[in-house]
């Protein structure tokens, strides 16, 4: 299993990023996958789910109206849009696999629900 998040930088208060990662070497369109944050000195949060079909979705509070979690079978791909971006949303950004089987709902919004995880990508957000 391989998960390569991409899509972070530096960016302004109140700008947009949009975060992929790209599965390999199983079947992405089978199960539920989510996004993870570390912020520097804070352990890794949950911050949103998606099912396997992409038409459940689940939010942590923090994000809900500003990010997005998609994703494109198709293509293998995973997606969180990142809009009006916060000094406090700066972190270290992991996507995640649950791989327990399930119908097509989101998995839980702890890490100890996700098996595999992606490397991380870096989103800064200062002024």
């Known amino acids: 299993v391989q998960l390569q998040a991409s899509g972070g930088g530096l960016v302004q208060p109140g700008d947009y990023l949009r975060l992929s990662c790209a599965g390999s070497a199983y079947t992405f369109s089978n199960y539920a996958m989510g996004w993870f944050r570390q912020a520097p000195g804070k352990e890794r949060e949950f911050v949103a789910s998606?099912?396997?079909?992409?038409?459940?979705?689940f939010y942590t509070d923090s994000v809900k109206g500003r990010f997005s979690v998609s994703r494109d079978n198709a293509k293998n791909t995973l997606y969180l849009q990142m809009d009006k971006l916060k000094p406090e949303d700066t972190a270290v950004y992991y996507c995640a696999v649950d791989f327990s089987v399930k119908p097509d709902v989101v998995g839980p919004p702890r890490e100890n629900a996700y098996n595999a995880w992606g490397q991380g990508t870096l989103v800064t957000v200062s002024s």
């Open positions: 998606i099912s396997r079909s992409g038409v459940q979705t």
